[in-house]
Structure formats: structure tokens, C-alpha cells
């Protein structure tokens, strides 16, 4: 079994089939696509499904024609029908793994996926979960359904977990060069999926199991959150003791050993680092242990609008202002730069916050044309422009865009609340500057 797939691998007459055709999907069939083999992309969304067969894309690193081409030479299919499945010699699950209301992990979207796999599992099959999840979801959620019909995993198909690290926005590290971790169920199962996809990506890295490689994926998020919260707890301890944040850590990261920069914000965004590690300390806790860095880390990240709130509050209160009735503008509100992506942005957060308070809340950001906020109206984008700026009462840099003119921002500002020391080049008027 595995060597007739893999010959279909090698040969590149495998069929994919990618489930879930979002930021994580559509990059991975685009890089298998390019190399020449036929991909059917899988998504509940009509809306996608009709974008991506109109050869248009949907994700910020993938561009319109890069989809297009594919679509021209029928080498990418969308469609919300699941049933291509019965021909598909690879599937992989690239759906949203989010949390519920109470903070848990939300697996519905991958036991959906999986029961529709289950239906057209067949002899010769590759399944691969790409979902960020909590260790054990392979083999205690998608093994024992897809055996439901009675074939044996490692014998008749196989199942990996390799986690997607994919980085909107970087123009250095992509899908296709960034080192890809994958675990299989057994053996022969890792043996297929390392195969498979070293046919597009520079270098794969097989781990001893599906669990340590759920667990890789968790150590990276949860590193970045839990040093996130440490730098931010910095920031708050500088401010009480009066001493530029930014300063200490650029003179910090000269130590060219034991020292990695990493830097303050308004708080963590986008669908991995404010997620991800809930899935491992929610896992932790069903075995008795309590996650202490990660709920830490957690607790400091997610007050960080607050803190930025306060900020306003108090470089308003130094003009004699109140927030009541003040005019806010909001500079940049994707979750970081140069991207589009408002997932759990901390802007969201800041602006409810500040409309709480009575403010009068607008943006600015190149990239979102308009927000849907849960309780109050749809906020649309204001043009970043001189009038917008001297409106304002205060500007507050949330999201440190690379195509803003800081020093012009300034210039034809009140106050501005910088959260990402973006104004650290200005010459004039960093009097008017205050930064988190
Ligand atoms: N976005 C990132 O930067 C990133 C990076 C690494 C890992 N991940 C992980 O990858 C997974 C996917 O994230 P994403 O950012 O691509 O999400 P996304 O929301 O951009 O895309 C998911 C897609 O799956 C579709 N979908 C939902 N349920 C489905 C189902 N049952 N069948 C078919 N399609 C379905 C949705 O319509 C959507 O188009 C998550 O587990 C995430 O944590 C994301």
C-alpha cells in the first residue's frame, strides 16, 4: 500500500484534496498545485469556494494570479462537496481550531472534517490533520473514526499530524522553505507523510509520534505567548519605574548570546499565539496539572488593551481632556503589520474599550475597509489624511504598518499613544509622543 502511493506520489498522479481553504489551506494546495499536481480544495464557505474558482485569492501571501493559474490549467478545483473525497489519494485538515466561549478548545471543525473522510475512506489513503490542536487529537479523535469502516491504520491507509507554521506577512520564510515537522500514527504512516511532503518543501523533519509533533507545534506558540507576556510585564514595570522600555531591550539585544529580543504591544492577535497554548494547558488540567506560564502569560497579554486605555486616559487627562466625547483615532488594527488580518486583534479590544469610555472611535488601516464590532455599529475605515489626524484628540498607533509616514502622523497630531514604538526615528515633536 504505502509503496503504490508513494510511486503515485513520486510520479505526481496523487490527487490532493485540501479540507479548509484558509490562510493555512490555500498556501499549501498553491505550493503542491505549482508542482504539477491535481489539487480539489474543500470548504464549507460558498463564498470561498466561488473566490478561489474565480482565480482570486483570499489570503494576503497569496496573490491573484497564483491562484489563477492554477485554476486555468484545472489543476485547482474548489468545492463544498466532500464527495471527491472517494478519489483522493492525500487529505489534509486545515480547518479552524478556535476556542469556545469558556476558553476551551473547540474541535468541532476537525470531528466534521474527519466524518466526512470517514465516509470515503479508502485502501492506499493519506490523511494529514494540519490544525494546531491539544497532543492526542490524532490518535484519539481521527484514528478511531476513519477505522470505523473497518480498515486498519499503517495497513490499508495512514494518518499524520504536521502542523502548519506558516507566518502572514513574512516576506523571508513561506510554506514552501520553512522546515515542516511531521509524526505519523505508525511507521509506515510516518514514512508516506515525510515522503509526501518532501515533494514541495526544502526540508521535513520526522518526529517519533503524531503527539510530540502536536506538541512542537504548542512549545512554539506558547514560547512566543509566554515571552510576549514576560516583555510586556516589563513594559508595565518600566512605566511605574520611569524608564524607557524600548531603550532596555535594544540594549539588551547587543548581548549576542542567551538574549532574543522580543518586544511590548497593545496585545496578542491573530488565530495562534492568543489560542494556541489553551489547547495545551486545557489538556494539562484533565490530567491534573495547572499550565502556570502559559495562564500567566495569558493573563498579562489579554490586559494589555486595558493598559493601553489607560494610556489615552492619561495623556488626555495631561490636556486637561476627558475621554467622554473625545475624538479617538485608531492607527493600524490588523493584528500586526503589513497584513490584513483582524482575528482576535487587540485593536477590537481597545476600541470597545475606549467606546465604553464615551469616546468617539475611528481607524485608519490601509489593509481592512471596515470592522464588525459585536455590540455596536460597523466602524468603516476613515482615509488617513490631514484632516483625520487634526480631528482627532488623540492618535493612537496600534498596528505598526510599514507604509505609514510616522513623522507626518505626528506632525499633524494633538497626542499620539504609540504602542509599538513606531515614532522611535521622528525628530520633531516626540513631546507629544507617549509609549507604552
Ligand atoms: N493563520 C495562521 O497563521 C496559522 C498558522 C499556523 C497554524 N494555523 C492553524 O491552522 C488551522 C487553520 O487556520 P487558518 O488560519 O487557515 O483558518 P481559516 O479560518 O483561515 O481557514 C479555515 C477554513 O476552513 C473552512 N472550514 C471550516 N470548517 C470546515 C469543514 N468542516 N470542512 C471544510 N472546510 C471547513 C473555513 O470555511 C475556512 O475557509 C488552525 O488550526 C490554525 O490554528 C494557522
Redesign the pocket.
Known sequence: MAMQLKNKIKKRTAHIAV????????PLAVEFGRVGYRITG????VK?VKTLNAGKSD?DDIKDYDVKELVDLKRLICT?D?SPLKKADVAII????PLNKTKDPDVS?II??TS?ISKYIHKGQLVVL????YPGTTDELIVPKLEEAGLKVGQDFFVGFS??????GNPKYNTQNTPKIVGGVTAACLDVATYFYEQVIVRVLPVSSTRAAEMV?LLENTFRSVNIGLVNEVALMCQKLGINVWEVIDAAATKPFGFMPFYPGPGVG???IP??PHYLSWKLKSLNYYARFIELAGDINSHMPEHVVELVLDALNKHKLAINGSNILIIGVAYKRDIS?L?ESPALDVIRLLQERGAIVKFCDPHVSIIHMDDNPDLKVTPLNEQALRKANCAVIITDHSNFNYQWIVDNSKIVVDTRNATKNIINGKEKVFKI
Not at 479540507?19 to 490555500?26: D, F, P, Q, S
Not at 494540519?130 to 490542536?133: G, K, L, N, P, Q
Not at 502542523?163 to 502572514?168: A, G, H, L, S
Request: aromatic share 8%.
Open positions: 479540507i479548509g481553504m484558509g490562510y493555512v489551506g490555500l474543500i470548504d464549507i464557505s470561498k489570503v463544498t466532500f486545515c480547518v479552524p481550531t471543525y466534521a472534517a466526512e494540519e490544525s494546531t490542536t502542523p502548519e507554521r506558516v507566518d502572514p507545534k491573530g488565530h495562534c489560542l494556541d488580518d482575528r
